[in-house]
């Protein structure tokens, strides 16, 4: 669409991209320390679009070394009962599917656990969207918590979820469970920016900034430093300065950005509005094939 315009090799907005943003790098340092000295469970918690799954995969990229092999079970479907969270469990750990396994799926879990111990092996489990988990799976996960040897857990759970899982977790005997904690924050203005100026370079931009200083506040303040909610706003401004064209991307711009996107600053887009940039967007698709 507007790749061309701006001299761009791909669309910035490509999640694929890893910054290292600050708050990730900083609870990447908690989870590592906190999984290195064996705490069984572990929660990190975010508003939607501050990059839990990206965190996540992240983290399931860098486990383990060659002194210390880490087994990892990753479960993106958090809307499991618990014996489909105990065969997807199993199932990542490379348990072998046996007929009537169920019947006895805790016991053979249990003894694959000791397997893995003994053979030099933590294991990890992540469970990704964890808030939306059902009460009875998330009391199947606490029960995991007591499969330990004298010396260690056999199993360490991290839980990646929005605020509302910490009111999941309210009851005493699952609060208990939780042996750290961190809480994903938005990003700073300046490391908005810094982020914005990085997704345009990897895309191939060479050149003077894109977007103005008072473009680069309202872009911020109104995403509210969250940087899914950046990459709508920013595309959505490029977009627009494409249809203008124009190469800079001014307050004005942004702020038709924002009255488009419901959820920048918790403003309803109009119907019209929506209609307006939807026939926008046709408009530079048809020009520019």
Known sequence: MYLEHFGLSEPPPNTGFYYG??????????????????????????????????????????????????????????HLAPDELRAALAHELGMARQE???????????????????????????IDEAQALPDAALEAIRLFGNLETESSKLLQVVLFGQPELDSRLGQAHLRQRIGFSYALRPLRRDEARAYLEHRLQVSGYRGAPLFSAAAN?????????????????????????????????????????????????????????????????????????
């Open 21 to 78: 943003l600050p708050p990730h790098e900083e609870a990447l340092e908690v989870l590592r320390w906190a999984l290195e000295q064996g705490e069984g469970f572990i929660k990190v918690t975010g508003e939607v679009g501050t990059g839990k799954t990206l965190l996540c995969r992240k983290l399931l990229g860098e486990l383990g070394s060659e002194s210390r092999p880490v087994r990892c079970a990753w479960l993106p479907n958090p």
């Open 100 to 126: 009537g396994w169920e019947l006895d799926l805790t016991d053979r879990l249990h003894r694959h656990l000791i397997a893995l111990h003994q053979q030099g092996f933590r294991v990890v489990v992540l």
């Open 217 to 289: 506040r309202l872009l911020w303040r109104s995403a509210r430093g969250i940087p899914r909610l950046l990459n709508i706003l920013a595309h959505k401004s490029l977009m627009l300065a494409y249809g203008k064209g124009v190469r800079e991307v001014g307050r004005p711009l942004v702020r038709e950005a924002v009255r488009d996107t419901a959820d920048a600053r918790g403003r309803r887009a109009p119907l019209w509005w929506g209609l307006g940039i939807g026939l926008l967007a046709l408009l530079v698709w048809g020009a520019s094939r």
